[in-house]
């Protein structure tokens, strides 16, 4: 079922996942909702909501049950995703840690390191982050100057990393780092990093974004940071680059999705909005340009949507690829933003106050369209395949 659409079901939606759904989205509009202005106040959720969704089984879903999870596929992820839209969340870091992070070590990593970190991750008990970007490094990862040197049983980190989301509550920190500058691409490591009295780590400021202000965002620094050699993901050297070749995918795609979600969270609050405010003694509803808006809008979602649905599909049948995935992040993010524009209109003034959803999603699109890649990027990565 879907807010905007009352008939329309994904086809790759199971039985399984619409009853997730169900369940999701009483979850978030209960203990999420209500607590986003006092989240962005304190630059994050509180940390017990992540044991809080693990314990609802909302975390991870399609992590293998013999790790914790929960056997399912991308698609109760992207479930989870979309009722986190619906339910006017900016805040929570659902994404990095379920639908990310968590399959770099379920698909990457040593059978010891999957039964070591995944039931926790499963739980909530250990909320994971990602560091990739650095202070004069984006999109070209290959450009990295974090390093790890092998020193006995340890190797030893040093460099800074920044715009990393989860960053307040991480138990465990993936770090791209370079064990062989020499090597480029070939160069690359993925660590694990356990950050409970870490010697070396620090949790730096936290960022002043533009949106998503109860995402706990900011700046991490490692000096002289020991990290078991056992901690090194997959166990081998040099594998860093492929490992997040192939994870990005589904980075991407899962921000198409929460793109498109927004978008229909935006346009349902949107019409709910002009059926009750008054212009000229009659609903601005009654007006054929406040029609005109929301219906291109609501077209342009619904096109979203089953192209999203196409998308993960794709996934769930193994045959994502990238230049698909890429037109899925950039197509999905700039029609979010677009959408979310013209929804706001329709508010006026209201629409630019912080108290109001419409505003805050605003706020919380534009990042959208820079990370996982910014959209020049994807259009790079889809123009090599012409």
Known sequence: MSALFPNYRSPWETEDQTRLREHAAEFFRREATPHQARWAQQHGVDRDFWTGA????????DIPEEYGGGGGNFGHEAV????????????????????????????LATEEQKQRWLPQCVS?????????????TGSDLQAIRTT???????????????????????????IVAKTDPSKGAKGMSLFVAETENLAGFERGRVLDKIGQHGQDTRELSFTDMRVPAENLLGGVEG?????????????????????IAVAE?????????????????????????????LAECKTDVLAGKTFMDHCVQLEIDGKLDAATASMAKLWGTEKQCEIVDRCLQIFGGYGYMMEYPIAQMYAASRVQKI????????????????
């Open 54 to 61: 693990g314990s609802a089984g909302l975390l991870c879903l």
């Open 80 to 107: 989870v995703q979309q009722e986190l839209a619906l339910a006017h969340d900016t805040a929570f870091g659902f994404s990095v840690h379920s639908t990310i992070a968590a399959h770099y070590i379920s698909g």
């Open 124 to 136: 909530g008990e250990s909320v994971l982050a990602i560091a990739m970007t650095e202070p004069g």
């Open 148 to 174: 790890a040197v092998r020193d006995g049983d340890h190797y030893v980190i040093n460099g800074s990393k920044t715009f990393i989301s989860n960053a307040s509550h991480c138990d465990l920190l993936i």
């Open 239 to 259: 594998q860093g680059f492929y490992q997040l070749m192939n994870q990005l995918q589904r980075e991407r795609l899962i921000l198409g999705v929460a793109g």
């Open 265 to 293: 969270a935006a346009v349902v609050e949107a019409i709910k909005y002009a059926k009750e405010r008054e212009a000229f003694g009659k609903p601005i509803m009654d007006f054929q340009n406040t029609q005109f808006v």
């Open 371 to 386: 990370y996982g890649g910014t959209n020049e990027i994807m259009k790079e990565l889809i123009g090599r395949n012409l």
